[in-house]
């Protein structure tokens, strides 16, 4: 059975830091592309990073460039988000994603709210 799970979110004043973790078990993870999305209530659904297997692509909303980074350890089956210099506009659920080929799976994501 496939699972991700999230960890690390919290509640942060605008400018502070936080690391997220996925952990996944039950996939390749290596050979799985990880992304991190987020949903703000009454929002759609939209993805703030994705990092390839290797490490070698990486991916950043326009929002989040240059204050977010992506990165992830396949000898831990994990995937990180260090989020820096956060802004009450990231306030939302984030979800971690893991996609091969079309095969996607999903956590249930880690709550961040940044207060202003």
């Known amino acids: 059975q496939v699972q991700l799970v999230e960890s690390g979110g919290g509640l942060v004043q605008a400018g502070g830091s936080l690391r997220l973790s996925c952990a996944a078990s039950g996939l390749p993870f290596s050979t799985y592309i990880m992304g991190w999305f987020r949903q703000a209530p009454g929002k759609e659904r939209e993805i703030v990073a994705k990092?390839?297997?290797?490490?070698?692509?990486?991916y950043y909303t326009h929002s989040v460039m240059g204050r977010f980074t992506v990165s992830r350890d396949n000898a831990k089956n994990t995937v990180y988000l260090q989020m820096d210099s956060l802004k009450p506009e990231d306030t939302a659920l984030y979800l971690c994603?893991?996609?091969?080929?079309?095969?996607?799976?999903w956590g249930r994501g880690t709550q961040v709210t940044v207060s202003s």
């Open positions: 990092i390839s297997a290797n490490s070698g692509s990486l």
């Open positions: 994603n893991a996609d091969s080929n079309g095969v996607t799976f």
